[in-house]
């Protein structure tokens, strides 16, 4: 079925979320939500003791009480929704391993997946099959919001709006519509809504910005918001009806006007961009991940030994290269939120250790090895890489102190679109992830819940799984 009209996007948003069920969705889609649901538990549940600031967040929450209707991961408990979702979705982005669109340049299912379980629980009884729709209605909606921007004519530029927050109050509260069974009138209303709780600039990835704990903290704000928003609308309230394209809409406000409708809109329903959401297999900034994917190639690969660098180019250009700027600070990363987005430090803890894992990024940023490489990391403009801001290509090129030259260029990502990680790669995260917990699950308890998830539409009551892993 085809949503497009040439009235506000989002009536045709509404009819999107109000018609589709779990048997109207692509395989594909129906793949990504189960995906994303497993990756995002994950990641949410190690932020319980490597989060900044999160173990006061929830202790603020905590105190505020409250009813008991949303469980917190990792901490245990219920909670208001509200609340729950607060917590949930900013643990999600914690630790920078959430799942990302790379085109549309956001990171869904920290808003999505935490706000759409916070509902279903509230509700009660909500299959695994009712989840996974939910998740796949909220993802595509943020993920076409974020694609009609890049694929508009002035493409979508990380200068200014945190897009995964933006667009993620949308996204968020379709995903709650659709666990509600609203009709489309009512989430055309809760869209109406989240217009006005849609926000987040980029400020939190600014150099300064980094040294505060809000990086790991905004979708949780927004997680909130897309439940807020349709409770809002269960209790009777309404909300304006042109959200997307009025005067004063999503679009007009936050980008001048200036987006593709046809991406926006066109199969909707049909084709499912979020078919194509990726995993992160390393927890930094998605547009470190060709390096280092480069950086670890070279070790695993060539044999490269970081003691016999002499010098090393990484060729860079657009948000790339800003997260090398300035240099000197790109080198000694001074904490977990700063070392993620730290480019040249990334490169050589790559070289260094042959891996980038959450212990190194949380307990060995002063490692004298990994400043000695970072010291030889030399930002290369080059226009041919990350060109208009997309993920990758990557170009290092390493010159040894015997003379030699190693070179290695990535075009495919590990993680994106074309070389995705498996099930059972993010199963491995996953059990990598969980034990960081604050209360950590056995490790029978743990293969129970991959087996859950990996199975959700036989999975009658989704907070049951919820509450194990709570």
Known sequence: MNFTNTVDA?????????STDYDSLSEGARESARR?????????????????????????????????????????????????????????????????????????SSVIVTAAIAMAERRGGVSGRDLITAVAVGNEILVRLGLAIARGP??????????????????????????????????????GIALFEASGTLEAFSSTGQKSMMRGMVTGLTAKSATLAATMVEAGIIGVPDSIEGEFGLFNVYFGGKYDRGTLLDGLGEVYHSA??????????????????????????????????????????????????????QR????????????????????????????DLINDLDDPAVFAVADRVEPVHD?????????????????LKNGDLLVKQTEVVLGGLGNPMSWEDLAAKFRSCVAFSVNPPS?????????????LEQVADIGDVIRDLA
């Not at 109050?169 to 869209?191: M, N, P, Q, V, Y």
């Not at 490790?443 to 199975?455: H, N």
Request: glycine share 10%.
């Open 36 to 108: 994303c649901i497993l990756d995002t538990l994950g990641v949410t549940a190690a932020a319980t003791t490597l989060g900044l600031g999160h173990p006061q967040l929830e202790a603020m929450v905590r105190k505020a009480g409250g009813a008991a209707e949303s469980s917190v991961v990792g901490f245990g408990g219920r909670l208001p929704i509200w609340l729950a979702a607060l917590v949930n979705g900013a643990m999600a982005r914690a630790v920078d391993f959430d799942d990302g669109h790379d085109e549309s340049m956001t990171h869904p």
């Open 332 to 359: 000694r990363p001074h904490n977990f939120n700063h070392a993620g987005h730290a480019l040249p430090y990334l490169v050589a803890a790559a070289m260094v250790r042959g891996r980038i894992t959450l212990s």
């Open 383 to 399: 226009p041919r890489f990350s060109i208009e801001n997309k993920i990758g290509p990557a170009r290092i090129e390493v010159e």
């Open 443 to 455: 490790p029978e308890a743990t293969e129970r819940l991959i087996d859950s998830l990996g199975r």
């Open 154 to 191: 002035d493409g979508l530029k990380l200068d200014t709006w945190f897009p995964s927050s933006v667009f993620g109050a949308f996204g968020g509260t379709a995903a709650c519509c659709s666990i509600l069974k609203f009709d489309a009138e009512h989430a055309r209303s809760a869209l």
């Open 276 to 329: 194509d959401i990726g995993m992160k297999p390393w927890p930094t900034c998605r547009y470190t991940h060709a390096y280092i994917d480069a950086a670890l190639q070279l070790v695993r690969d060539d044999g490269l030994k970081s003691d016999d660098v002499e010098k090393v180019r990484i060729h860079v250009a657009g948000y790339a290269q800003s997260r090398c700027e300035p240099l000197a600070q």
């Open 10 to 18: 989002s009536a045709s948003f509404a009819r999107f979320i109000a």
